[in-house]
């Protein structure tokens, strides 16, 4: 790591200052955004490289975009070039722990160096305004009559959508393997087959759905969330019509394989002061993003149970061995 200090004042500083206050300024730093610009990680990635940047904790902050597989593919790439080198960090989250399993994929998160959980969307169902179904409860009854007359509209097969819809009907006692679930590659596809009436609901995060809601376009049934949520205060939760379900679409940011205690410990404090920095207060605000921060023991010890429990509804759907 470079740092704008000599050896002996740094030495000086560490012996005085407070905990987080004992590193540089870390000079150069490479995101690695494993899909396409404009989408969540890449969103994710460019707002690090913003507030970082700004707020002078990194002098230059570069963000590259390796697209494909779910994020498996920039994973693969990160993994395998980048070990020990602590310059180099990758955004991530939970559509690639599905994307790791479903592919197969050789690389996975065992191989990084987890540093923290950053942003979190919750998922919420949606139906166009003249749908006969105006509750949870009128879904839970139509899935029950017919799962497969019951077709939804979400994002990437085995991604959080397909998760949250697996998880749903589980919950009510429906194979998961009988979800009617379709899957495209973008949400303005998704919710234009909502919107022209070709699904029965459509699933996704809650900021997806906002706009048409508020405009009558659409009515949301519910949001996955442990609470009814601020900005959506009339919207029920999955727990309030008994449905024992809470998920979120979480977004992390990891290190290279093979980097030090030392500097893992200076990449952390780095992502912290940034976490607790008024313009990345701000910048959540802006996007919509849930601050979900979670770091060290804590964030690796949940990282392993969001992976083992993605495993099980995977293979409760059908999508992984």
Do not use: C
Request: aromatic share 6%; net charge neutral.
């Amino acid at each position: 790591m470079k740092h704008l200090f000599s050896g002996a004042l740094l030495a000086t500083a560490v012996a005085v200052a407070p905990f987080g206050a004992a590193f540089a300024e870390i000079n150069e730093l490479k995101i690695i955004a494993p899909a396409a610009p404009g989408g969540g990680w890449d969103q994710t990635a460019r707002s690090i490289q913003h507030v970082l940047q700004s707020d002078k904790l990194v002098e230059n902050v570069q963000v590259l975009n390796v697209p494909g597989a779910g994020g498996t593919i920039g994973l693969a790439q990160f993994v395998n070039s980048s070990k020990g080198d602590p310059n180099v960090m990758i955004v991530g989250g939970y559509v690639m722990v599905g994307a790791i399993i479903t592919n197969r994929s050789p690389v996975t998160l065992a191989e990084v160096t987890p540093i923290a959980r950053l942003t979190g969307e919750y998922e919420a169902i949606a139906v166009p305004a003249n749908s006969p179904l105006k509750s949870l409860a009128d879904l839970v009854a139509a899935l029950k009559a017919d799962p497969q007359k019951v077709s939804w509209a979400g994002g990437s097969a085995g991604g959080t959508d397909h998760i949250t819809a697996g998880l749903f009907t589980k919950a009510i006692g429906i194979d998961p393997r009988k979800v009617n679930y379709i899957a495209f590659s973008g949400g303005g596809e998704s919710l234009a087959s909502i919107l022209g009436g070709k699904v029965t609901v459509g699933i996704s995060s809650l900021s997806e759905y906002d706009a048409q809601a508020k405009a009558g376009k659409l009515r949301i049934l519910g949001v996955s969330s442990a609470e009814r949520l601020p900005e959506a205060p009339d919207v029920p939760t999955f727990k309030e019509a008994g449905i024992d379900v809470e998920i979120q679409n979480w977004r992390m940011i990891a290190a290279a394989p093979g980097i030090t205690a030392e500097q893992k410990q200076e990449l952390s404090q780095t992502i912290e002061k940034m976490v607790k920095s008024k313009a990345w207060t701000e910048m959540l605000a802006q996007k919509g993003w849930a601050n979900t921060y979670l770091s060290g023991a804590a964030f690796d010890a949940q990282l392993a149970k969001d992976i083992a429990a993605t495993q099980t509804i995977l293979k409760d759907i059908g999508l992984a061995q």
